[in-house]
């Protein structure tokens, strides 16, 4: 594992975007694993400025989401299809029909789980995966449980993820309260992967990177995995 340590979210996010970008460069028909929330909007920034520089390609590349909320239209501001699209999608030369994500308008939530299992080991995995991390320690929207979930499924979050995320939210809005997510097998069949965490996570990481591995602190499991990089700011 390799924890970089940087003096700005800006910092951060370039560091971030230049390893996905190489990964793009070294293999452009590659599959990057992404990540919604504010901590990669800076990394998503700096590589539509990359491809406006045209310093790097996408038009091979095929992406996998974490998770998408239930309940909500991809036209939802609040869906995760609709987050990447405007941050990301449609600011870069990526093929829309590459980008994946669960469909969280699906009537059966396991069925569409298993589905989007399949699509993800059908591309091989991610190549690289971009993750944040949550104040409970949560990565996609495995929350801490008894046990590390295996494949994509359905997810009830904590009171502390929903209130976490309302501010988001409108007012009348309501917030989600289930999502259908990676599971960490899932998560952790990456051939890469790269944490972002603000100064703001900075307890969590360290318990994180350097506590006992366990389902209640989800990722903890990171530190069995070969090829992590952390890059946090203070």
Not at 107 to 126: F, H, M, W
Not at 148 to 162: G, M, P, Y
Not at 217 to 225: C, D, E, G, R, Y
């Amino acid at each position: 594992m390799r924890i970089i340590s940087t003096n700005s979210y800006e910092q951060m996010s370039v560091m971030a975007a230049g390893m996905i970008a190489a990964q793009v460069l070294l293999k452009p028909d590659c599959v990057l694993g992404l990540a919604t929330g504010s901590s990669p909007i800076g990394a998503y920034q700096e590589l539509i400025r990359m491809h406006e520089k045209k310093l790097v390609d996408f038009s091979q590349v095929k992406t996998v989401n974490l998770d998408e909320y239930c309940g909500l239209e991809p036209t939802n501001p609040q869906s995760y299809r609709y987050f990447m699209n405007k941050t990301l999608f449609e600011h870069i030369n990526i093929d829309l029909r590459n980008t994946f994500l669960p469909d969280g308008m699906a009537e059966n939530a396991g069925k569409e789980s298993r589905r989007y299992q399949a699509l993800v080991e059908k591309l091989g995995g991610a190549d690289l995966q971009l993750l944040g991390i949550g104040r409970n320690g949560h990565i996609g929207f495995n929350e801490p449980n008894d046990y590390f979930t295996r494949d994509v499924h359905e997810e009830k979050l904590t009171q502390s993820t929903i209130e976490a995320n309302s501010r988001l939210f409108g007012e009348g809005e309501t917030v989600p309260t289930t999502a259908i997510t990676m599971g960490i097998g899932t998560i952790m069949k990456a051939d890469k992967i790269v944490l972002i965490a603000g100064a703001d996570k900075a307890e969590i990481v360290q318990e994180a990177l350097y506590g006992k591995v366990t389902p209640q602190v989800p990722a903890s499991v990171l530190q069995l995995h070969k090829d992590v990089t952390v890059i946090t700011c203070r």
